[in-house]
């Protein structure tokens, strides 16, 4: 049986990798398509005027979506995987804030920044084919559509950026103080759509200075 979840320690914070199982995904897919094409729906909903990314829409996720959908248990139940494998603690609390999806496009961009709240994440529901190719065919490392995740600064034997190449599924759960961004990209007209989400869990927890 193929391992799902696993503890990631790159560097400082960990990070929690995790599948969204594949009925919730169609779910969120399915809602996220019928809003695209409500226009009016998709105005009530847009919050990219209050978000940093230079994308073609971003629109918050309805409380009836996020609960009936099952992707509030998945964030909650994921979290609390998380916190008890890094801790040992047992969350008795898991409130989102807020969830949203970023429909990106060819030449878009989310340059760097960081979350509110206490836990934050990020994953993948729709990529396009390519993500195009660096114009030096001697980069290998070309990052276009990559989400970048970096903390504290390059030194001997310690890294300050964790890139992670996008693959439909994969939900990227992280600390929201922890920086990152998403490279543009070229060569299609296809859409990456991504979803992301803050939430508080125990303040006795989270406050370790507490």
Known sequence: MENNYGLI???GPSIYKARIPEELLSKLNN?????????EESKKLDVGKGLVGDVKQEFKLDKKTVQESGWLKFLGDTVAQWIYKDTGNKISEFRLIE??????????????????????????????ETFGKPYQDNKPDYRG??????HGNRM???????????KV??????????????????????????????GLIDNKIFNIFG
């Not at 809602?31 to 226009?39: K, M, Q, R, S």
């Not at 970023?102 to 990020?122: D, L, M, T």
């Not at 559509?145 to 970096?150: F, K, V, Y």
């Not at 103080?177 to 992301?196: A, D, N, Q």
């Open 99 to 128: 969830s949203w999806v970023v429909r990106q496009f060819e030449n878009e961009y989310n340059p760097i920044h960081w979350h509110s709240g206490h836990i934050s994440g990020a994953g993948f529901l729709k990529l396009p």
């Open 145 to 150: 559509g990559n989400l970048e995740l970096i």
């Open 9 to 11: 320690k790159a560097f």
């Open 169 to 198: 599924g994969d939900f990227y759960f992280f600390p929201h103080y922890l920086m990152h961004t998403v490279y543009p990209f070229k060569g299609t007209k296809e859409e990456r759509r991504s979803i992301s989400f803050n």
């Open 31 to 39: 809602f996220i398509d019928a809003t695209i094409n409500d226009e």
């Open 156 to 166: 001997f034997l310690s890294q300050c950026r964790y890139p992670i190449k996008p």
